[in-house]
């Protein structure tokens, strides 16, 4: 009896150390289970923060555009292309809404013939042809309507540009430029690190760029550490997805010009402090998302 009671006692040790391993194993992949959906949970915060943040510096953009092709002080002064007092108005105004709105941004005027009549923060530079290159500067004269996108020039911004209207006719336009700056500062408040991506075949027009650090197939547009990017596969991106790297983990998105032609990725970063790996990418179609979800 004692034989068989040892032996029994060896079997039900052995069967209790397998059910406590077993146990263990079920409880380690579910709190990894866990860890991986409160980490996309965030993820989508971090994607719809961005995305609307974007969407408020265009609004943002789009009614200073308005505001400012429609000022009688900026008209006169272009009716009469006396450049010195331009730059004299349209700075004092910026100065002011600067301060009344804590914002940055530029200011460019073009001619009716597309080509610069005043850039705010340069009174040296005139008679720019920019038809050539400026996507959305063309759409503005054909259509008399303002517009707001990401647009890439010599440098990559977000612009918006509003026609100046005589007698129902189109005599130039007025475009407000604004960096990414902002939204990096105010991402970095909710824990977020904003990372704009150009794709480097692009640099043959964004001229102003080419010293920019780079990573991969990438240059890096806003201030920020490129460093966190490292160890990232980056050449294989689809649309939109999930990626990370051993200290961060990043939600993407692709973002568009008006020709629908792709210029590069924006990435929203959040600290990745257990350590996961998530790679999941998308195509817009696959996934079922409506093109209006694309940033341009």
Same mark, same amino acid.
């Given at each position: 009896?004692?034989?068989?009671?040892?032996?029994?006692? =060896?079997?039900?040790?052995? #069967?209790?150390?397998?059910?406590?391993?077993?146990?263990?194993?079920?409880? %380690?992949?579910? /709190? /990894?289970?866990?860890?991986?959906?409160?980490?996309?949970?965030?993820?989508?915060?971090?994607?719809?923060?961005?995305?609307?943040?974007?969407?408020?510096?265009?609004? %943002?953009?789009?009614?200073?555009?308005?505001?400012?092709?429609?000022?009688?002080?900026?008209?006169?002064?272009?009716? =009469?292309?006396?450049?010195?007092?331009?730059?004299?108005?349209?700075? =004092?105004?910026?100065?002011?809404?600067?301060?009344?709105?804590?914002?940055?941004?530029?200011?460019?005027?073009?001619?009716?013939?597309?080509?610069?009549?005043?850039?705010?923060?340069?009174?040296?530079?005139?008679?720019?042809?920019?038809?050539?290159?400026?996507? @959305?500067?063309?759409?503005?004269?054909?259509?008399?309507?303002?517009?707001?996108?990401?647009?890439?020039?010599?440098?990559?911004?977000?612009?918006? #540009?509003?026609?100046?209207?005589?007698? /129902?006719?189109?005599?130039?336009?007025?475009?407000?430029?604004?960096?990414?700056? %902002?939204?990096?500062?105010?991402?970095?408040?909710?824990?977020?690190?904003?990372?704009v991506l150009l794709d480097k075949e692009h640099l043959k027009i964004a001229k102003d760029?080419?010293?920019?650090?780079?990573?991969?197939?990438?240059?890096?547009?806003?201030?920020?550490? #490129?460093?966190?990017?490292? /160890?990232?596969?980056?050449?294989?991106?689809?649309?939109?997805?999930?990626?990370?790297?051993?200290?961060?983990?990043?939600?993407?998105?692709?973002?568009?010009?008006?020709?629908?032609?792709?210029?590069?990725?924006?990435?929203? @970063?959040?600290?990745?402090?257990?350590?996961?790996n998530i790679n999941n990418n998308y195509d817009y179609e696959t996934v079922n998302i409506?093109?209006?979800?694309?940033?341009?």
């Amino acid at each position: 009896m004692g034989f068989l009671s040892s032996k029994t006692n =060896k079997y039900l040790f052995i #069967i209790l150390i397998l059910t406590s391993f077993f146990i263990s194993l079920i409880f %380690y992949f579910l /709190n /990894n289970i866990n860890n991986s959906n409160n980490l996309l949970n965030k993820l989508e915060n971090s994607l719809t923060t961005t995305k609307n943040l974007f969407e408020e510096q265009k609004r %943002y953009a789009l009614s200073l555009a308005i505001l400012l092709s429609e000022d009688k002080e900026i008209i006169s002064s272009f009716i =009469k292309q006396d450049r010195e007092e331009s730059f004299e108005i349209v700075n =004092k105004k910026i100065k002011t809404l600067k301060q009344l709105q804590n914002s940055n941004f530029e200011i460019q005027i073009h001619n009716k013939n597309l080509t610069t009549y005043l850039r705010s923060w340069d009174i040296s530079i005139k008679d720019v042809p920019l038809g050539f290159f400026r996507q @959305g500067l063309v759409k503005v004269i054909k259509q008399k309507k303002p517009l707001v996108s990401i647009e890439l020039g010599k440098r990559l911004n977000i612009k918006a #540009i509003s026609p100046i209207i005589k007698n /129902n006719e189109y005599i130039g336009s007025v475009e407000v430029i604004v960096d990414f700056e %902002y939204l990096s500062q105010e991402l970095k408040k909710k824990g977020y690190e904003l990372f704009v991506l150009l794709d480097k075949e692009h640099l043959k027009i964004a001229k102003d760029l080419k010293s920019n650090k780079k990573i991969e197939n990438y240059v890096l547009i806003n201030k920020t550490n #490129i460093h966190n990017l490292e /160890n990232l596969d980056l050449n294989n991106l689809k649309d939109y997805g999930y990626i990370s790297n051993k200290n961060y983990s990043f939600v993407y998105f692709s973002y568009y010009d008006l020709q629908n032609i792709h210029l590069g990725y924006i990435l929203t @970063g959040i600290k990745n402090n257990k350590h996961l790996n998530i790679n999941n990418n998308y195509d817009y179609e696959t996934v079922n998302i409506d093109s209006k979800v694309k940033i341009r």
